[in-house]
């Protein structure tokens, strides 16, 4: 049990990293290579990806079999788990990268060394540099020109932004509660709380959901929130994301136990404390709607599904 704890702390804080270095590019300007009228004489045929959202994005535009490597975090679908690992954000492998001879490679923006030696490798890249909701089939559209399946690429993004607006029209009017989303905190206590904040896509999400966000007027994608600020910021609901696995029902009942210790705290006060064990709502890939909905139906539970 230990060490699945451990491990899942590991994962969750390699997001955390990811969330906050994402966070640095908002602004940015893309690559001539990201441009959406950008197109390629010849698809790559052997592609590694370190980022999981756009592996993801691969697998769903029918290029599956076009990858050949990807990070240490990809288990979706499943086909992705079966490939080598490559590394990951603070960790790749470019040796291992190299032994796989692709002719794409899909990296952080912020991996300024790893791009640097890809370029002096002359192997092609694609520069991921996502921000909020509304980036990722902007995203989805770019990298559909960059491998050669725009018309694919185009047909899951134009879905998820049919979901997408089918949730926003079904919470549509109704009240929208202060609330937290917590996406990180050490185990059996209130201690490292790391919340979403008024930027991004788990920000994004929230509002789409149906909710309004106890820490929109913080311009930052996250934020280390202590039990002193829960007590100032009061929130309604708190939404806890579990990215990871293993979570027994004994242990999420556990761990839901641990916020009474804030009972002036109005969502614990009203038991609206709730834990949701999925990765999909850590990962800014093409199972966003899917994830967004999860949050409606926690924020209006008695809304009709679309």
Not at 185 to 197: D, F
């Amino acid at each position: 049990m230990m060490h699945g704890v451990r491990h899942g702390a590991r994962f969750a804080i390699a997001i955390v990293v990811t969330i906050l270095a994402i966070t640095s590019l908002r602004g940015m300007d893309l690559p001539r290579d990201l441009a959406p009228s950008a197109v390629v004489s010849q698809a790559p045929k052997r592609i590694v990806s370190l980022v999981p959202a756009v592996t993801e994005m691969l697998f769903a535009a029918g290029a599956g079999n076009e990858v050949v490597g990807v990070s240490n975090f990809d288990k979706f679908p499943p086909e992705a788990a079966t490939r080598p690992s490559v590394g990951a954000l603070i960790d790749p492998d470019f040796e291992r990268i190299l032994s796989l001879k692709p002719d794409l490679v899909i990296v952080y923006g912020s991996q300024t060394d790893l791009l640097a030696r890809l370029e002096r490798a002359k192997i092609p890249v694609f520069n991921y540099r996502h921000a909020g909701l509304a980036d990722i089939t902007v995203t989805l559209r770019n990298l559909g020109a960059r491998i050669g399946r725009g018309k694919e690429s185009d047909a899951v993004a134009a879905g998820i932004e049919r979901d997408i607006d089918a949730i926003r029209k079904r919470v549509a009017g109704r009240p929208r509660p202060k609330t937290a989303l917590v996406f990180e905190r050490e185990p059996g206590t209130l201690r490292s709380i790391y919340v979403s904040a008024g930027v991004g896509f788990m920000h994004d999400m929230l509002e789409v959901a149906g909710g309004t966000d106890a820490f929109q007027d913080v311009q930052r994608q996250s934020l280390q929130a202590s039990t002193e600020v829960f007590l100032a910021r009061a929130p309604e609901v708190i939404i806890e994301v579990l990215s990871t696995g293993g979570w027994t029902a004994d242990r999420l009942a556990r761990e839901r136990q641990v916020w009474q210790a804030l009972t002036s705290v109005p969502a614990v006060r009203s038991g609206r404390v709730y834990l949701i064990a999925d990765a999909r709502l850590a990962i800014p890939g093409p199972r966003v709607a899917a994830a967004i909905a999860l949050i409606a139906d926690v924020l209006h539970p008695k809304s009709t599904k679309p």
